[in-house]
């Protein structure tokens, strides 16, 4: 399978029109050291016989600033010891753990936090940012739409809650999100290329496509969101517009590899191969560690029945990242083309133990295809058996 540019191009658009969870986290932490807006301890107040919960907590953030977290975990420790009703002082123990990486620890004191003030939304999304750091996406979903509960009218915790959602497939309540949120804010671009993101992971593109146009509207010219679109029409099969699109970001930057990545995929999905390889080529000229491009590249060149070469484009795409999971699927498709059902298996075994469901569908359909095309041979057979045999509460269709 050629992987569509979608997921990596949505990404970037998102996070270059600030999305609203992390532009929301950004301004709680200022807000949150705004509420510590005593100045901090001047040469002549550091006489002072006694630290009080509120020095302490200034010092603290003045720490932060310093880029000094450990030192400032241990302020705000003692303001809270002091005085376990300082709010600020466990917002910015928060802070100071994520910086640390503590993401656990930091849950606890945005926990402790909402539960002095349980009506502050702002407390609770940067509560809902830690438990998404930590992993715990369900929590973090269900914290930001409480937080929505407590802001009406406010995009950004629907939007947040809208991104986790999708991580967790739950792509009906993420779209639902998203929704609302742009219904608040229309004019953000943020929220259209969330509801876009929501539609694209349930593979309806045609309202991916539409949301991407809401937000070129909005910022014309906008790149991330041109390339995310380019991608969506890759995703779509409407590939003559991905092409246009593609053209239009390279018409003002020839050196943007990215798009002629898109121009790559599009041109392949029309079976222009050599040209094709040509463009994935020239971006990799570029972009010498874009690891999905590199697999891109490997499918052309397996189209292109330009089988080693081929392979070494895929194990070029995962020496720089080996979570790749369609470039397995690729490498195992290949290696069964080659009648090689051993290594086959190897590569269709490491994929299924970390492949989101559509590349698993996509692997499948590519399988089939082999078959048609080329006879079903025991190497392609085991394939197909591979990856349509549940495994451990995982559904094959």
């Keep these: 399978m050629n992987r569509s540019v979608h997921r990596w191009a949505a990404g970037l658009a998102l996070a270059c029109l600030a999305p609203a969870a992390m532009l929301a986290l950004a301004c709680l932490a200022r807000q949150a050291d705004g509420q510590a807006a005593a100045p901090a301890p001047t040469a002549d107040a550091q006489a002072a016989p006694a630290p009080t919960a509120e020095s302490r907590r200034n010092e603290g953030y003045q720490l932060l600033r310093e880029g000094k977290p450990a030192e400032a975990e241990a302020a705000f420790r003692e303001s809270i010891r002091l005085n376990p009703r300082e709010i600020a002082a466990h917002v910015g123990l928060g802070q100071a753990l994520a910086t640390l990486g503590r993401h656990a620890d930091a849950v606890e004191a945005y926990r402790a936090a909402v539960h002095l003030n349980p009506v502050s939304p702002d407390f609770r999304m940067q509560l809902g940012a830690a438990l998404a750091l930590a992993g715990r996406r369900d929590e973090a979903a269900a914290t930001f739409m409480r937080a929505a509960d407590f802001a009406p009218g406010a995009a950004g915790p629907l939007v947040a809650a809208s991104e986790q959602l999708r991580e967790l497939g739950r792509y009906g309540q993420a779209v639902e999100a998203a929704t609302r ?24 593109w045609d309202a991916a496509i539409r949301a991407y146009h809401a937000v070129l509207r909005l910022v014309p010219g906008n790149r991330p969101a041109r390339l995310a679109l380019a991608s969506a029409y890759h995703s779509a099969k409407r590939y003559d517009d991905c092409i246009r699109e593609a053209r239009a970001l390279l018409s003002a930057n020839a050196d943007d590899y990215e798009a002629r990545a898109a121009l790559a995929a599009g041109l392949e999905g029309l079976g222009r191969r050599d040209e094709a390889i040509a463009e994935y080529r020239a971006a990799l000229e570029r972009a010498p560690r874009a690891a999905v491009i590199w697999g891109n590249l490997g499918w052309s060149l397996y189209g292109a029945e330009r089988l080693p070469e081929a392979i070494e484009a895929s194990r070029k795409a995962l020496e720089i990242d080996g979570k790749l999971a369609y470039v397995r699927f690729n490498l195992g498709l290949i290696y069964a083309v080659m009648g090689d059902a051993e290594r086959s298996g190897q590569e269709y075994g490491a994929a299924l133990a970390v492949a989101e469901p559509a590349d698993t569908r996509a692997a499948i359909k590519d399988v089939r295809d082999a078959i048609a095309r080329r006879g079903e041979t025991p190497a392609l057979r085991e394939a197909l058996r591979l990856l349509t045999t549940p495994r451990e509460g995982h559904e094959r269709t």
């Design 181 to 204: 949120a742009m219904g608040f804010e229309p004019t953000n671009p943020a929220t259209h290329i969330t509801l876009a993101l929501a539609e694209g992971a349930r593979e309806r």
